[in-house]
T-cell receptor, first 110, second 112 residues
């Protein structure tokens, strides 16, 4: 059972563009929504996280938007840079278990 | 500050062989997790532990066993390896279940 649906699977933007990655979920019994960034050969690293009582959270160039009624949350990367090229995973979790999206491979071209 | 360390980093096995993957964390975290990562499928939880001496099944536990004899270590065992278990395995730890998970750099396992 897929707990989180992530899109798009891959994304190419020019430097300075604003890539947007979307995730949708079904079950509401979760209260923690982190985003992870993964570079080739490395493990995922926490990028930013949000709880459903907050509609938006910014950390540097990264912003999470959360729409509880639509059961969706999104990651925006402002002024994207080639160094942001990586695979991004959304996740949802509560207490013991986390469910991850299938990942979005982002390529930021110089 | 090592964080989460996984050994080995690479391994090739033959079908039917057994092996153990080791995960060690130095952050005094209570919770530890084992995931597998396959192309297009994200990370799937195999087993997890909420404290020393405890283990529980995750989303895809079949064919794997785990042990948490010490708080800092979480072992993942494959008793009889199958080609379907070819994957990248990640260990993670967190202070509690609702806290960020810290990941190791993975073990790349191929089963021929």
């Amino acid at each position: 059972q897929q707990q989180v649906k992530q899109s798009p699977q891959s994304l190419i933007v020019q430097k300075g563009g604003i890539p947007i990655i979307n995730c949708a979920y079904e079950n509401t019994a979760f209260d923690y929504f982190p985003w992870y960034q993964q570079f080739p050969g490395k493990g995922p690293a926490l990028l930013i996280a949000i709880r459903p009582d907050v509609s938006e959270k910014k950390e540097g160039r990264f912003t999470i938007s959360f729409n509880k009624s639509a059961k969706q949350f999104s990651l925006h990367i402002m002024d994207s840079q080639p160094g942001d090229s990586a695979t991004y995973f959304c996740a949802r979790g509560n207490f013991n278990k986390f469910y991850f999206g299938s990942g979005t491979k982002l390529n930021v071209k110089p | 500050n090592a964080g989460v360390t996984q050994t080995p980093k690479f391994r090739v096995l033959k079908t039917g062989q057994s092996m153990t993957l080791l995960c060690a964390q130095d952050m005094n975290h209570e919770y530890m997790y084992w995931y597998r990562q396959d192309p297009g499928m994200g990370l799937r939880l195999i087993h997890y532990s909420v404290g020393e001496g405890t283990t529980a099944k995750g989303e895809v536990p079949d064919g794997y066993n785990v042990s948490r004899l010490k708080k800092q270590n979480f072992l993942l065992g494959l008793e009889s390896a199958a080609p379907s278990q070819t994957s990248v395995y990640f260990c993670a730890s967190s202070r509690t279940g609702n806290q960020p998970q810290h990941f190791g750099d993975g073990t790349r396992l191929s089963i021929l």
